[in-house]
């Protein structure tokens, strides 16, 4: 079988999903390779991911990994989350088609960017450079 059983699970139930209207943070991301988007929003209390809501225009993969990232990051603090690496959400799903694991991409790059998008409206520093180490693939230039 080409997806795990995971994997089919949260394509056909995908958690989390939607848009936080009055959320304290918004990521929105392209992936370059085949154009597909993702937005994520999150509401933040004492540094922690408190709700967590996303949209993806994407393939099944995408929202699998979209879905199951919400899942992960809801409760971690903000450098917890955007530490997550695509191996780990694609390990958390049972593992993914290797074709198909550049679009757990969108996944940690909105979850990174709506992280991001809420310390800069609170005029505090960015995380990337700090958590750059913790993921090789991720380039905080990028964006
Ligand atoms: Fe675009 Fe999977 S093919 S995110």
């Known amino acids: 079988m080409l997806y795990s059983d995971t994997v089919m699970d949260h394509f056909n139930n995908p958690r989390n999903v939607g848009v936080i209207t009055d959320a304290d943070g918004v990521g929105e991301v392209g992936n370059p390779t085949c154009g597909d988007m993702m937005k994520i929003t999150i509401t933040v209390e004492d540094d922690r991911i408190a709700d967590i809501k996303f949209q993806t225009l994407g393939c099944g993969a995408?929202?699998?990994?979209?879905?199951?990232?919400?899942?992960?990051?809801?409760?971690?603090?903000?450098?917890?989350?955007?530490?997550?690496?695509?191996?780990?959400?694609?390990?958390?799903?049972?593992?993914?088609?290797?074709?198909?694991?550049?679009?757990?991409?969108?996944?940690?790059?909105?979850?990174?960017?709506?992280?991001?998008?809420?310390?800069?409206?609170?005029?505090?520093?960015?995380?990337?450079?700090?958590?750059?180490?913790?993921?090789?693939?991720?380039?905080p230039h990028a964006h």
Do not use: W
């Open 62 to 139: 995408a929202i699998a990994t979209s879905s199951i990232v919400t899942e992960m990051a809801k409760g971690m603090t903000l450098q917890e989350a955007a530490a997550i690496t695509k191996q780990e959400v694609a390990d958390a799903l049972g593992g993914l088609p290797s074709p198909k694991m550049h679009c757990s991409v969108l996944a940690t790059d909105g979850l990174k960017a709506a992280v991001e998008d809420y310390l800069a409206k609170q005029g505090r520093e960015p995380i990337s450079s700090k958590i750059e180490s913790a993921d090789p693939n991720f380039d």
